[in-house]
């Protein structure tokens, strides 16, 4: 009498084709489509945060939605998009805002405008001092607007 399964030796006769006819590109490819999966499970990354009891973790996207609402607050300033940058020990080194700025009024001013309220918004958030030297604040003007035209009380 054999210990061996019948359905056993099929079944490893077919995973042994199956593993000979597999499609290179498929074996490229799969590291990537891994890779997006994850990004798409684990959609935000943590950012150390600290208080006076120890140190925390921030999601990512918690900051931002904090730094957007502190720039929804500056005038003549729309936010376009805000990235957040780690180091590998989940530091924050840096923002990067891209904004759009209302037409005719100074960009540079607009600007640093933005940067102050993001510097805060990340204070606020985070407990961390941000240090110019250790956290940069990268801002963008990829756009400018034209005023709202003001609503009509009478209508």
Do not use: N, Y
Request: glycine fraction near 4%; avoid cysteine; hydrophobic fraction near 45%.
């Amino acid at each position: 009498m054999t210990d061996h399964d019948p359905l056993d030796e099929i079944l490893a006769s077919a995973a042994r084709e199956l593993r000979q006819s597999s499609d290179a590109g498929w074996v490229r490819a799969k590291d990537g489509i891994a890779a997006r999966l994850l990004a798409a499970l684990r959609p935000s990354q943590p950012v150390l945060a600290t208080h006076g009891e120890g140190t925390f973790t921030v999601a990512s996207t918690v900051l931002v939605a904090k730094v957007d609402l502190a720039l929804a607050a500056v005038p003549r300033a729309r936010v376009l998009r805000i990235g957040v940058e780690t180091d590998d020990d989940q530091r924050l080194t840096g923002l990067a805002l891209a904004l759009s700025v209302q037409f005719p009024h100074p960009i540079t001013e607009q600007a640093e405008a933005a940067r102050e309220a993001a510097l805060t918004a990340v204070h606020e958030t985070t407990g961390i001092r941000l240090e110019p030297e250790r956290i940069s604040v990268d801002v963008m003007v990829a756009d400018v607007h034209l005023a709202l035209p003001e609503a009509d009380p009478t209508d």
